[in-house]
């Protein structure tokens, strides 16, 4: 288990520090060449320019056509990924590209824009490129670190494991419950048909399951009367034991949702708004000629 | 016999295969039904009471089923406490997650076979990933997608035109900045000028509101479609620079690799330079000079880019418009010398010729006028004068503005009007009347002249010197004891002095008489500047005396022309105050502006935009000018 678990680390530090040092963070030099040409020739010309700076310039429609462009390219990622292939153009690659050129975008098209804002479908384009790129970054961030936490939370338990302990833990209640009384009985369906182990979003996000069921077990099973015989005493410390068993389980389960909505959570962020930003980057083009 | 109830316990193996079946008999006549071990019928349900239900038969084939918990149970999909079952019709009892089958036995009994649901739900590690709560990550992309589009690009788009009759403009969203102040009027439409789709803006939108000319009721049809369109203020009319179809081919491609290909890129693209927006940019912020005059903000009106400066097209031209007549100005040192306007024939339709002043033209008016003798300063020109007296306007030798009236403002002069300007001197008086008042040869007209003379004698004695006003000539009138009329236009008549004058027999010719009133029509220039004399400006010592640029003291013909060279303007202009305290700027807007050439360059954001307000009636306008 100890060696499984050493070579699944190495494993996993290699492809995640892969996509970001990829062939010696190529990517990243090419992106920050990229943003210093663009910083430079922006302020050595925008000044030179008659007009001033926006996306109208000559400088502006260059910056434009090359931020188009990427935006184009970054989302075939969602496209690349789902088709194998070999080669050079592997897919950590694409990665790594995607990730450093992606972020040499805020350069980019920010001097497009040449600072000039407003409630236009244009703004709106602007606002999107950055939610999706703040949302990337978050992703970088969590695909940087969490999957270390991920790990270090399960410890060498799987997940599959976690959710076998819950239904054995399940079946152990039923099976002890048996004797008790109907507020016995009542005591521990609370615990084993009401637990929720995950929930929506924001209550994996945040960890928060202040109303867990089994928790409210636990109480209600101090407040039962006193029991009838020596057997249902001894199904209740079971079931109390079993309990607290039950509460160790989905707190490790659950940080372990609150780690993957974390890994998972900005992707539900990063692809609509892709989308939404497509369309927009569309509008923003064809209205820029159509009124031109 | 006595009956009883044959029950038959099917379990689901965990692992799957056949379910393990085991059958047992309750003897009747009643069984119990719970969750207790002692229970004839257990059913390990937490949700069933310890002892839940009983059942006993109450016929052949029929059982009754009764809850003794109080908790219900389900027969026929109706919660039921109690219920009876005909055995025959496979009725079926639902406890919790159990379900009891009746049917007939062989016996007399009842055969109950015993179920468990049993649908464990068997979570899969997916529950861990966000997928198993959000389901729509993809439709929510889709859905963000497809409205955006249709909402920023296809209703605008398709349905602008059709929505603003509802006052809806979806278009407005595509405008990418403010329009300055002059034009905000047009905010909400943006057809007025993105008249085609596709189509880059083109003059003909610009021009339906700024077309200066041709004539006054052109433009008041101009200004009455911009107040129509709600423009609060009057717009500049405004004429092109030149020919347009050569403007663009004039122009060379600006300076600067990046630029170039803008340009050409542009032209491919349909994306004319030459347009008024080429230059005047709206829907961005104009930038502001950093000395702008607070009242006249530039940026009240649309963002002027220079994308040309003069010399870049009036450099090497010729190369581009091999059949232009205009001389290359490259820079103020290689100004062509001034070729002004030259009169060679006078009369009413006078013909001019631009003609280089360092060829010494010279200039055909038809007048007599020697500028030398009547600036001497100790001459008769100048005695007389003296003798007129301060009372009447002189007082001392004859200056410029003695005769030369400043136009108000004092930017340049009144035409010459004879009676007017010369009439102190040269009287035009030939009678006195009844009524003891001078009567005036009428100035102008020689028909009139000669009728007003026709069949008059000589009056007076001839005397020496001329006639102070209010006095008749009568030297004019004594040439040769002939007639008044033949005595006016010879040598001592009165006409004689300033009249090119030839005879026909009796008939009196006079070559025909026209002053230039403006020599430079393509500049600009201004007297009335502190550094061009301060004409017209009282209190202010101009720099400059007349004598210094124009050298009338010397001239001794109306021929002369006394417009001075470009050297004269080159002794301030281009130089630095260390070498001139009157130093002037010699770029091309000093004198010239591109929309009129003869006028200068007015200062940024002038006229400000507040003095165009409208003042008068659309059908007024453009009377002014």
């Given amino acids: 288990m100890t060696q499984i678990g050493a070579h699944t680390e190495r494993v996993r530090q290699r492809t995640h520090e892969g996509f970001l040092r990829h062939h010696g963070f190529r990517y990243a030099q090419i992106a920050t060449g990229l943003c210093v040409a663009a910083v430079g020739v922006y302020?050595?010309?925008?000044?030179?320019?008659?007009?001033?700076?926006?996306?109208?310039?000559?400088?502006?429609?260059?910056?434009?056509?090359?931020?188009?462009?990427?935006?184009?390219?970054?989302?075939?990622?969602?496209?690349?990924?789902?088709?194998?292939?070999?080669?050079?153009?592997?897919?950590?690659?694409?990665?790594?590209?995607?990730?450093?050129?992606?972020?040499?975008?805020?350069?980019?098209?920010?001097?497009?824009?040449?600072?000039?804002?407003?409630?236009?479908?244009?703004?709106?384009?602007?606002?999107?490129?950055?939610l999706v790129i703040a949302s990337g970054a978050l992703g970088i961030w969590a695909y940087a670190t969490l999957p270390q936490r991920l790990h270090a939370n399960r410890g060498e338990i799987t997940r599959r494991q976690m959710l076998d302990a819950l239904e054995r833990l399940d079946a152990q209640l039923r099976d002890v419950a048996q004797p008790l009384d109907r507020a016995?009985?009542?005591?521990?369906?609370?615990?084993?048909?009401?637990?929720?182990?995950?929930?929506?979003?924001?209550?994996?996000?945040?960890?928060?399951?202040?109303d867990d069921a089994n928790q409210r077990a636990l109480k209600a099973l101090r407040n039962l009367p006193p029991p009838a015989g020596e057997r249902q005493a001894e199904a209740l410390a079971k079931i109390e034991e079993l309990l607290r068993q039950k509460a160790d389980v989905l707190s490790l389960a659950r940080r372990q949702m609150q780690i993957t909505a974390m890994l998972e959570g900005w992707l539900f962020i990063h692809i609509p708004a892709t989308f939404a930003l497509l369309a927009a980057l569309t509008a923003h083009i064809v209205s820029v000629f159509a009124y031109w | 016999m006595a009956q009883d109830f044959h029950l038959k316990l099917i379990t689901q193996r965990a692992s799957g295969g056949d379910p393990i079946v085991r059958e047992r008999t309750v003897p009747g006549p009643e069984a119990t039904i719970g969750r207790a071990a002692d229970s004839d019928i257990v059913l390990a349900d937490l949700a069933i009471d310890l002892k839940h239900a009983k059942m006993r038969f109450s016929g052949p084939g029929r059982v009754s089923?009764?809850?003794?918990?109080?908790?219900?149970?389900?027969?026929?999909?109706?919660?039921?406490?109690?219920?009876?079952?005909?055995?025959?019709?496979?009725?079926?009892?639902?406890?919790g997650s159990y379900a009891l089958a009746f049917e007939p036995a062989e016996d007399e009994g009842v055969t109950v076979t015993v179920t468990r649901d049993d649908q464990e739900h068997h979570a899969s590690p997916s529950v861990f990933s966000l997928q198993a709560r959000f389901l729509g990550r993809r439709n929510m992309a889709w859905a963000l997608g497809a409205g955006i589009f249709l909402v920023c690009l296809l209703v605008p788009l398709v349905f602008a035109g059709v929505l603003s009759h509802l006052q809806i403009h979806p278009d407005q969203q595509w405008s990418s900045g403010p329009l300055s102040k002059?034009?905000?009027?047009?905010?909400?439409?943006?057809?007025?000028?993105?008249?085609?789709?596709?189509?880059?803006?083109?003059?003909?939108?610009?021009?339906?509101?700024?077309?200066?000319?041709?004539?006054?009721?052109?433009?008041?049809?101009?200004?009455?479609?911009?107040?129509?369109?709600?423009?609060?203020?009057?717009?500049?009319?405004?004429?092109?620079?030149?020919?347009h179809a050569k403007l663009e081919k004039a122009a060379p491609l600006p300076p600067g690799l990046a630029s170039k290909a803008s340009v050409i890129i542009q032209r491919a693209f349909n994306h004319p330079t030459d347009r008024c927006a080429s230059c005047h940019i709206e829907h961005t912020k104009a930038k502001a000079p950093a000395d702008a005059d607070p009242h006249a903000p530039v940026t009240d009106k649309p963002d002027l880019t220079v994308t040309q400066t003069c010399e870049s097209c009036h450099t090497g031209m010729k190369s581009r418009l091999p059949k232009t007549e205009l001389i290359d100005t490259p820079d103020w040192g290689h100004h062509p010398a001034f070729?002004?306007?030259?009169?060679?024939?006078?009369?009413?339709?006078?013909?001019?010729?631009?003609?280089?002043?360092?060829?010494?033209?010279?200039?055909?008016?038809?007048?007599?006028?020697?500028?030398?003798?009547?600036?001497?300063p100790r001459g008769g020109v100048a005695r007389q004068a003296i003798d007129l007296g301060k009372a009447n306007g002189y007082g001392a030798a004859l200056e410029c503005q003695d005769c030369h009236r400043a136009q108000p403002g004092g930017k340049g002069f009144e035409p010459i009007?004879?009676?007017?300007?010369?009439?102190?001197?040269h009287s035009l008086a030939y009678a006195r009347g009844p009524d003891g008042k001078l009567k005036y040869l009428p100035h102008g007209e020689l028909q009139k002249v000669v009728d007003t003379l026709a069949g008059r004698t000589l009056q007076g004695s001839p005397p020496s010197g001329r006639q102070r006003p209010g006095e008749i000539r009568p030297q004019a009138f004594s040439a040769s004891g002939a007639s008044a009329y033949r005595a006016t236009f010879s040598k001592g008549g009165a006409c004689f002095d300033c009249h090119t004058i030839t005879w026909a027999g009796d008939t009196v010719r006079m070559a025909p008489v026209k002053l230039t009133a403006r020599y430079l029509p393509r500049g600009d220039f201004d007297h009335s500047i502190p550094e061009h004399g301060a004409i017209g400006k009282t209190g202010k010592a101009g720099s400059f005396k007349c004598a210094d640029?124009?050298?009338?003291?010397?001239?001794?013909?109306?021929?002369?022309?006394?417009?001075?060279?470009?050297?004269?303007?080159?002794?301030?202009?281009?130089?630095?105050?260390?070498?001139?305290?009157?130093?002037?700027?010699?770029?091309?807007?000093?004198?010239?502006?591109?929309?009129?050439?003869?006028?200068?360059?007015?200062?940024?954001?002038?006229?400000?935009?507040?003095?165009?307000r409208w003042t008068k009636d659309v059908a007024s306008l453009g009377e002014g000018g």
């Fill in chain 2, 417 to 425: 009007e004879m009676e007017r300007d010369c009439g102190a001197c």
């Fill in chain 1, 43 to 130: 302020f050595v010309t925008a000044a030179r320019l008659h007009e001033p700076p926006s996306g109208g310039s000559w400088l502006g429609y260059t910056l434009g056509t090359i931020s188009a462009g990427l935006i184009v390219w970054l989302a075939f990622l969602g496209v690349r990924k789902r088709v194998i292939t070999e080669g050079h153009y592997s897919l950590k690659a694409w990665v790594s590209a995607h990730v450093y050129l992606g972020l040499s975008l805020v350069v980019l098209a920010t001097l497009h824009t040449g600072f000039q804002f407003g409630w236009n479908i244009h703004t709106l384009a602007y606002a999107l490129m950055m």
């Fill in chain 2, 65 to 95: 089923l009764e809850s003794v918990s109080g908790l219900p149970f389900t027969v026929g999909g109706r919660v039921v406490q109690r219920a009876d079952l005909n055995a025959a019709s496979h009725p079926v009892a639902y406890f």
């Fill in chain 2, 549 to 612: 640029c124009h050298a009338a003291a010397k001239s001794e013909k109306a021929s002369d022309m006394l417009v001075p060279d470009l050297p004269k303007c080159a002794a301030c202009h281009g130089k630095t105050t260390e070498q001139i305290a009157a130093a002037g700027k010699s770029d091309c807007a000093e004198c010239h502006s591109f929309h009129a050439p003869g006028e200068a360059t007015p200062p940024p954001g002038h006229p400000p935009l507040e003095t165009l």
């Fill in chain 2, 339 to 376: 070729r002004p306007l030259v009169m060679t024939a006078a009369g009413p339709t006078p013909t001019f010729t631009r003609i280089a002043l360092t060829s010494a033209p010279q200039e055909r008016n038809g007048l007599t006028f020697p500028h030398k003798l009547h600036l001497e």
């Fill in chain 1, 184 to 210: 016995g009985a009542a005591v521990v369906r609370l615990s084993v048909e009401d637990t929720e182990l995950g929930g929506g979003f924001l209550r994996r996000l945040t960890n928060n399951h202040g």
């Fill in chain 2, 182 to 243: 002059a034009h905000a009027f047009l905010e909400t439409d943006c057809k007025a000028c993105h008249v085609n789709t596709f189509v880059a803006v083109r003059d003909n939108a610009c021009l339906s509101c700024h077309q200066a000319g041709p004539d006054k009721g052109a433009e008041a049809k101009v200004l009455a479609k911009a107040k129509d369109e709600g423009s609060p203020f009057e717009p500049i009319l405004v004429s092109e620079h030149a020919e």
